[in-house]
């Protein structure tokens, strides 16, 4: 698998994966993105305006995963002030997605995601994720995300995750 920064060019794949994400959520009766008017909140403009954030990782000229690396996140915080086990710069990992065919491509772009940290001087990975959706709470930690709290934003209700990648 190839990885890169995602361009404009990237926006298009990357809403058709989280398409396929949906269908696959609706087919094995999964409750998150397809219940959440997910396309709502992040209809095409938002792919635009953020595209610059996230990666990609393509197979045979076809992206395949896609994830957004952002530098901070309100649902870290709480009266302003950032929480969580550990203090430092972070990146905040989000929309995570991809092809349900292409397995492992997802843990192929969380171990890119951690060298690609080291490599731009971030020690800290942090992501949220649904709670009740007990096999991503597995797949986090099994990848070495620890929970430590909770967030809520609207009718999406998660668990915060951190991982250190080197001693802070």
């Not at 490599?119 to 986090?140: C, F, M, P, T, W």
């Amino acid at each position: 698998m190839i990885f890169r920064k995602a361009s404009l060019q990237d926006v298009d794949p990357i809403m058709t994966l989280v398409q396929l994400r949906i269908d696959w959520m609706n087919a094995v009766g999964l409750h998150q993105w397809n219940e959440t008017d997910y396309f709502g909140r992040y209809p095409h403009h938002y792919w635009e305006q953020h595209i610059s954030s996230f990666l990609v990782g393509e197979e045979q000229g076809r992206v395949v995963v896609a994830i957004a690396l952002y530098s901070e996140d309100v649902r870290w915080t709480r009266d302003g002030v950032y929480t969580g086990s550990h203090t430092g710069d972070a990146f905040y990992l989000h929309h995570l997605v991809t092809d349900p065919a292409v397995p492992g491509a997802g843990r192929a772009m969380m171990l890119y995601v951690e060298s690609y940290a080291i490599q731009h001087g971030i020690n800290l990975l942090r992501l949220d994720s649904a709670v009740g959706n007990h096999a991503l709470e597995k797949y986090y930690s099994d990848l070495g995300y620890t929970a430590c709290g909770t967030c809520h934003h609207q009718l999406y209700h998660g668990i915060l995750r951190e991982k250190v990648l080197r001693p802070l």
